[in-house]
T-cell receptor, first 112, second 110 residues
Framework: DADVTQTPRNRITKTGKRIMLECSQTKGHDRMYWYRQDPGLGLRLIYYSFDVKDINKGEISDGYSVSRQAQAKFSLSLESAIPNQTALYFC???????????FGSGTRLTVV | GQQVMQIPQYQHVQEGEDFTTYCNSSTTLSNIQWYKQRPGGHPVFLIQLVKSGEVKKQKRLTFQFGEAKKNSSLHITATQTTDVGTYFCAALFGNEKLTFGTGTRLTIIP
């Protein structure tokens, strides 16, 4: 099994719909992150969490929300999806701020 | 905001040629990490550099951190088709989360 599992792998949704992307990890790490990847823009941080009771906004949090249900689970929600949220979304985890990140396989989201 | 500039955006090389990608910051970095993302894949951690002037090697890959800790490079010697992908640097500015560069996409001409 993968260390970081994201579901779904692919999703097409309509404008205005609510959608949740899920992430679970078996690394036992406290730190979890959600990134968005767009061509030519690299990876941009949406939200991050350093433990179950900690939630922080990243550089592009508008239009997104998160929930840290347990140490192993960190979900990302789009309350009302819009087409410019079409992107590849990655969840990641790390053991500390000087540790390498372990990424999930990504969720490709298309908003039509 | 804190940014890391990465160049070039694209690089096409003949198999066997060398390849280098560069990351630059206007402010001092706490550390820098490098990741590789294969086509259709996810970023995979390669290495972390922490010390000023640090040089680390992994087989044909050489990673350097500048003396002023404001720039870094990744050099691949004698590229192979398995090197295809996008290489990202990611910097820690002193806060506790990484800022990623925009990546360099490497394609190999056989």
């Amino acid at each position: 099994d993968a260390d970081v599992t994201q579901t779904p792998r692919n999703r097409i949704t309509k404008t205005g719909k609510r959608i949740m992307l899920e992430c679970s990890q078996t690394k036992g790490h406290d730190r979890m992150y959600w990134y968005r990847q767009d061509p030519g823009l690299g990876l941009r941080l949406i939200y991050y969490s350093f433990d179950v009771k900690d939630i922080n906004k990243g550089e592009i949090s508008d239009g997104y929300s998160v929930s840290r249900q347990a140490q192993a689970k960190f979900s990302l929600s789009l309350e009302s999806a819009i087409p410019n949220q079409t992107a590849l979304y990655f969840c990641a985890t790390s053991s500390g701020h000087r540790a390498g990140y372990t990424f999930g396989s990504g969720t490709r989201l298309t908003v039509v | 905001g804190q940014q890391v500039m990465q160049i070039p955006q694209y690089q096409h090389v003949q198999e066997g040629e060398d390849f280098t990608t560069y990351c630059n910051s206007s402010t001092t970095l706490s550390n820098i990490q490098w990741y590789k993302q294969r086509p259709g894949g996810h970023p995979v951690f390669l290495i972390q550099l922490v010390k000023s002037g640090e040089v680390k090697k992994q087989k044909r890959l050489t990673f350097q951190f500048g003396e002023a800790k404001k720039n870094s490079s990744l050099h691949i010697t004698a590229t192979q088709t398995t090197d295809v992908g996008t290489y990202f640097c990611a910097a820690l500015f002193g806060n506790e989360k990484l800022t990623f560069g925009t990546g360099t996409r490497l394609t190999i001409i056989p």
